[in-house]
């Protein structure tokens, strides 16, 4: 009877202990960390440390600038529509970018 409590909660602890190294791959913190943090100092404190960090969130930007008037787009444009509208045609340069 007793065993099978300890069966259970071994389970349950490796399962809470994975959960939360999956969740800390996707955070700063790393998955190997949250793993570690989790197991060493229960899942309970690894949860907390796990959700402080902050989210992950690469995301890949591509940008047009314009050399002239200085304005971004985000969607593809050969020559600046800004600028032509002043008659003015200028390449825009092609600039990548990733925020967190
Ligand atoms: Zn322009």
Redesign the pocket.
């Known amino acids: 009877m007793d065993q099978d409590i300890i069966i259970v909660g071994s389970a349950l602890y490796l399962f809470l202990v994975a959960s939360l190294a999956k969740l800390g791959s996707k955070r700063d913190i790393g998955g190997k960390k949250s793993f570690l943090y989790s197991f060493c100092l229960t899942p309970v404190v690894g949860f907390i440390i796990v959700f402080s960090s902050p989210k992950k969130d690469i995301l890949h930007i591509v940008h047009y600038k314009?050399?002239?008037?200085?304005?971004e787009f985000t969607d593809y444009h050969r020559n600046?529509?800004?600028?032509?509208k002043e008659g003015?045609n200028?390449r825009?340069s092609r600039k990548s970018m990733h925020t967190y």
């Open positions: 314009c050399s002239r008037c200085g304005l600046c529509p800004s600028c032509r003015v200028v825009l």
